[in-house]
């Protein structure tokens, strides 16, 4: 996951950035109703079933939804609907779940690995040396002032934000309040692209509990503000303030909502486009 020090590199379109992060979080606010109403009709529909089954009937009815994976079978048109672990062969792709797949909730130790894998991921330092090289080609932070030391000083602080906010949204944060710090894509079984994209923004506002029940996302919206609060206790004095602090967070939502997407369609992309060359390559 690209952490704050990807702030450092467009800081200076903070308007723009900004304006991304709160369509983002408008988007996301106006399709929660959307799908609390649709998940009610779903209610409704299957309350208004018919009662007079038989026996054999009702065992079958009530087996279904604890066995999601087989009520989806790929044909040769419908292939399966795999999450790589990577996408592009470089981007960590360790928190997305593929469609129809029921997981065992994860244990504290598996959340804090979750978090370690994606901090300490080989991608994530060549993703430090690139921040800390754009970063320091603008002059971002004047304090680090020039030269390979300075590089030094973009690098550990750009690497320090992954970190940091990796482990508040994907372990401190879900351990505390026993959410699922997991993406749980719908797939192509699960609506067409205008549905599948209002889901992928609720999830900056719904995540998963431990018992696999809808919550507020405190890990996302209270994990990000928390890693964006941190950021400022190593910075320059100059960076800390409360105006910098809030763009970065409001940044890290619309940052994590594209991703999401990513998650949500990279099996579609990979399948149209590459001809399922990357998941293959991954099997």
Do not use: C
């Amino acid at each position: 996951m690209m952490r704050t020090g990807l702030y450092r590199t467009i800081l200076r379109n903070h308007l723009i950035a900004t304006k991304i992060a709160a369509l983002a979080l408008l988007g996301a606010l106006w399709t929660v109703p959307l799908y609390a109403q649709g998940n009610q009709d779903l209610t409704l529909q299957s309350a208004a079933l018919p009662q007079e089954q038989s026996g054999s009937d009702t065992e079958t009815h009530t087996s279904q939804p604890t066995d999601r994976p087989s009520e989806t079978r790929p044909t040769s048109s419908q292939p399966p609907e795999k999450q790589p672990k990577r996408i592009f062969w470089v981007i960590p792709n360790y928190r997305a779940v593929s469609a129809d797949t029921q997981l065992p909730p994860l244990s504290r130790k598996d959340k804090f690995w979750l978090a370690t894998e994606d901090s300490f991921d080989y991608s994530s330092f060549v993703l430090a040396g690139i921040i800390a090289g754009i970063s320091q080609g603008r002059n971002d932070t004047p304090e680090f002032h020039d030269g390979a030391a300075a590089y030094g000083r973009y690098y550990w602080h750009s690497f320090v934000d992954q970190a940091v906010g990796n482990y508040f949204t994907e372990a401190l944060l879900p351990v505390a309040t026993h959410e699922d710090p997991r993406y749980y894509t719908l797939g192509r079984s699960g609506g067409g692209f205008l549905h599948r994209t209002g889901y992928s923004l609720t999830r900056l506002l719904v995540t998963r509990n431990d018992a696999g029940r809808n919550t507020f996302n405190f890990s996302e919206v209270v994990g990000n503000a928390a890693g964006a609060a941190v950021s400022d206790l190593y910075y320059p004095r100059q960076e800390r303030t409360l105006d910098k602090t809030a763009q970065k967070w409001l940044l890290q939502l619309g940052i994590d909502a594209v991703f999401d997407m990513a998650k949500e369609f990279w099996p579609d992309i990979d399948h149209r486009i590459f001809h399922g060359r990357y998941e293959s390559a991954q099997r």
